[in-house]
């Protein structure tokens, strides 16, 4: 640690609006932690009823239909307990910022899983492609649909409330939407096969089935990577917040913008005037900046503004 200069010590005002309060979590963190319990009760049932299927009929399909069905309950796990996690440590002061990340984290992992799940369905497809297998086309399509109304009523019931980007809650619903167009794209695939013998249509589904999974899962790992890495969050926002602090002719030297939560927002800011406004003052331009959370803002006077912005990073 280096010693920061008297000097700034007198300058610099730490404000917060929301001074000892750190929950930074969504608007609807209960509302969606709720949900992501139900729907993972749904698919521990319906995991239950494939796997006991699976032994009874000895049906391959149910059985790995129940380890698909696996796989969700364990991402649904992910996110029900990064909600808890988040809402009993929202005030723990071990966390500088909050625990409004940690769903972003958690929506990362599940992400990662998503782009191994449209990795699977591809080499599935492309072995059943290459080397095709009898398929018993009347159960399929039964099995198929049956899943297919148990991943759309999860969609229905992970849909999001509040354009809050809520990127947990978004992880798990975009995995069972995903889910639905493969279980639809199959189910056409099965009806080709069975009506015209196309034998290749249900793995070519497949195919197309698992390039969407993988888009959907590439674009999931960029936005929770970027929340992660604390990238400008808002090119509009932070325009807003310059134009604000520079309202009154002031310079702004240096301003960060990142996120701490769905819905909320931190800035920092260096603010250069030659008669320089205490920090309330740039403290209430930025007041009612809807998703602006946490404000820090530094003031200098004339002598004190330098061109670099080296002003604390001492
Ligand atoms: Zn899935």
Redesign the pocket.
């Known amino acids: 640690m280096t010693q920061i200069a008297p000097t700034l010590f007198e300058s610099a005002e730490r404000l917060d609006a929301f001074r000892g309060d750190r929950t930074y979590l969504g608007a609807d963190h209960r509302r969606n932690e709720r949900r992501t319990w139900i729907v993972t009760a749904i698919c521990a049932v319906t995991l239950a009823a494939q796997l006991g299927g699976g032994l009874v009929f000895r049906s391959m399909a149910l059985t790995a239909n129940g380890l698909?069905m696996a796989?969700?309950v364990a991402?649904l796990l992910v996110a029900a307990g990064a909600y808890g996690l988040a809402r009993r440590h929202a005030q723990d002061p071990r966390f500088a910022f909050g625990t409004g990340k940690l769903g972003y984290l958690a929506g990362f992992a599940n992400a990662v899983v998503?782009g191994m799940?449209a990795v699977l369905i591809a080499v599935e497809s492309f072995k059943r492609l290459l080397a095709p297998e009898a398929v018993d086309y009347d159960a399929a399509l039964a099995l198929a649909a049956a899943g297919l109304a148990v991943t759309l009523i999860c969609v229905w019931l992970l849909r999001p409330q509040t354009r809050n980007h809520d990127l947990n809650l978004s992880a798990a619903h975009l995995?069972?939407s995903?889910?639905a167009l493969?279980g639809v794209l199959a189910i056409a695939g099965l009806a080709a096969g069975r009506s015209f013998g196309w034998t290749w249509a249900d793995p070519m589904a497949g195919l197309a089935g698992a390039a969407l999974v993988a888009q959907f899962a590439l674009s999931l790992v960029r936005k929770a990577a970027a929340a992660l890495l604390d990238m400008n969050p808002s090119a509009e926002l932070t325009a807003e917040i310059r134009a604000r602090l520079q309202a009154g002719g002031e310079r702004v030297l240096d301003l960060h913008l990142w996120r701490l939560g769905p819905g909320h927002h931190a800035a920092v800011a260096v603010v250069s005037a030659d008669h320089p406004l205490g920090a309330e003052a740039y403290h209430a331009r930025l007041k009612g900046l809807s998703g602006l959370s946490h404000v820090t803002v530094e003031v200098r006077g004339p002598g004190q503004a330098h061109d670099h912005a080296g002003h604390s990073h001492v």
């Open positions: 698909h796989a969700h991402v998503l799940t995995h069972l995903a889910d493969v």
